[in-house]
């Protein structure tokens, strides 16, 4: 029904900054909170930066003042700008949307496939 891509991850030396971006497709009424999450191996799945549907966010202590995120409702878009980047950055990311498939249902909790964001020298 809703699908969620990625993009924007790869390989970066430590103080750099990467993008990432998540765009949303398919059955779509609406969108709440839109927001990233990262897992690092052998680590749980946790969060990173949200952002309301009235653009309040909230973000992880680890990355406050280093990542920013915004949307872009007119293309389903949420991103993640992230700078001052370090190794323990290191992980997948995976974005996250709350959906409203139909004014009928209940808004739904829906992920991306994950990118892989690596921080080294």
């Known amino acids: 029904q809703v699908q969620l891509v990625e993009s924007g991850g790869g390989l970066v030396q430590p103080g750099g900054s990467l993008r990432l971006s998540c765009a949303a497709s398919?059955?779509?009424?609406?969108?709440?909170?839109m927001g990233w999450y990262r897992q690092a191996p052998g680590k749980q799945r946790e969060l990173v930066a949200v952002?309301?549907?009235?653009?309040?966010?909230n973000y992880a202590d680890s990355v406050k003042g280093r990542f920013t995120i915004s949307r872009d409702n007119a293309k389903n878009t949420v991103y993640l700008q992230m700078n001052s980047l370090k190794p323990e950055d290191t992980a997948v990311y995976y974005c996250?949307?709350?959906?409203?498939?139909?004014?009928?249902?209940?808004?739904?909790?829906?992920w991306g496939q994950g990118t892989q964001v690596t921080v080294s020298s």
């Open positions: 952002i309301t549907s009235g653009d309040v966010t």
């Open positions: 398919g059955r779509i009424f609406s969108i709440y909170t």
């Open positions: 996250n949307a709350a959906v409203r498939v139909s004014v009928d249902y209940r808004p739904s909790e829906f």
